[in-house]
Nanobody
Framework: QVQLVESGGGLVQPGGSLSVSCAAS????????MGWYRQAPGKERELVAG???????NYADSVKGRFTISRDNVQNTVYLRMNSLKPEDTAVYYC???????????????WGQGTQVTVSS
């Protein structure tokens, strides 16, 4: 059993900053990758940023230069620092992790419960 628990999020004015975090716990042998998706009302879920075990990162074009993803491999936690926020960043942010529960076992994707980020004046 694996759980992803998100924290952070909230309301921020345009141009402001916000951070969200996501901690994985449970039956974890290794975590191949962690990251964040978001879903705005009426839109499909889209990848925001991802980070693999070797700390290689990737970002959606819309957030490059504004968002920074990082990871604590000891705490099994992924962070997303969001700067210069825009109203179009408003969405529910979901963390994910690709986790292997035991050596040689399958790597499965798990999701957090989602946290609301609202950018508005």
């Amino acid at each position: 059993q694996v759980q992803l628990v998100e924290s952070g999020g909230g309301l921020v004015q345009p141009g402001g900053s916000l951070s969200v975090s996501c901690a994985a716990s449970g039956s974890i042998f290794s975590i191949n990758a962690m990251g964040w998706y978001r879903q705005a009302p009426g839109k499909e879920r889209e990848l925001v940023a991802g980070i693999i075990s070797g700390s290689s990162t990737n970002y959606a074009d819309s957030v490059k230069g504004r968002f920074t993803i990082s990871r604590d491999n000891v705490q099994n936690t992924v962070y997303l620092r969001m700067n210069s926020l825009k109203p179009e960043d408003t969405a529910v942010y979901y963390c994910y992790a690709i986790i292997r529960g035991y050596p040689g076992g399958p790597a499965n994707r798990y999701w957090g419960q989602g946290t609301q980020v609202t950018v508005s004046s």
